[in-house]
């Protein structure tokens, strides 16, 4: 808890703005021409993704573990919630593998080269994808029972 809010809503956040931009990196690392000026940017915006996911995974436990979201309703937005987090953590871990792989071979030429942009892309794609279907399950248990 900081200030009364728990942990999980201010990290979450994290991951919801470096999710975007490590998809946005990882797919502009596909063009070749941008290679060099990218691998940096992308590998720094995984990193803190990574930290991000993992964190909000461990807080999520630990506000699952208070027994505040035991409402029968709720209890089926907390499970898709927290699947789709857990594929998102999968995801992210591989794509900050798979770049980091990327930014050491980085001077390889040919299919080495070539494999590592394809799966970054591809892996960049998902974890968007990803971190949006995990926020927006997210959202709605932090929203159910309101109207705007």
Known sequence: MINGLPLHAIVVHA??????LAALAGVAYAVPKWR???????????LVL???????HFSGQQLQDTGNYSNPTIGPLLET????ADVLRI??????????????LHRREGTVR?????????????????????GDAGAQIAWYGTTV
């Open 81 to 84: 919630h927290s699947s789709r």
């Open 15 to 20: 991951a919801v703005v470096f999710g975007p």
């Open 114 to 134: 070539l494999a590592l942009a394809g799966g970054v892309a591809v892996l960049a794609v998902a974890t968007g994808v990803y971190v949006v279907l995990v």
């Open 91 to 104: 995801v992210a871990t591989v794509l900050t593998v798979v770049v980091a792989l990327a930014a050491w």
């Open 50 to 56: 990574l930290v991000s996911v993992w964190v909000s």
């Open 36 to 46: 060099d000026w990218v691998r940096w940017p992308l590998l720094g915006s995984v």
